[in-house]
């Protein structure tokens, strides 16, 4: 005997889902990652949580003090007809305005483990800096 649930089960919102769908080819999205920034003495770090973004995927612009952060990840499984799948994949996107007190020639990025680190340096002209006093 079938399963009357094999081609019409509901999806999470009551609804029909019909015959079930590639859905890591169809069901593309965009997220925006979770990322943590913090200031040091020389600068901002930005930690971006991008998990199955490959470094080669990873493309980090500045344009018009626009910081643009863009990950693809493409399909996990190219040729299976999933039953159900609860991971969404799909690319990573975050633009952030990037002021004068940065200087954009020393922006640097490293990834590891799905985290992306930028480093954001100060510019040398807008850094604070020690005024030495000299005794007359």
Known sequence: MSNPNTKNELNQNGKEIGDFPRSESIYQQTFVPLIDIWEGEEGLVL???????????????????????????????????????????????????????????????????????????KSEKLKPRRIAVNAR
């Open 47 to 121: 930690q971006a949580d991008m998990p199955g973004v490959n470094p080669e995927n990873l493309d980090v612009r500045f344009e018009d003090s626009q910081l643009t952060i863009h990950g693809r990840v493409g399909p996990r499984h190219q040729d299976i007809h999933a039953k159900n799948v609860e991971y969404n994949i799909g690319d990573f996107h975050r633009t952030f305005t990037i002021g004068e007190a940065i200087d954009p020639e020393k922006i640097s990025a490293e990834m590891s483990q799905g985290v992306l680190t930028l480093h954001l340096p």
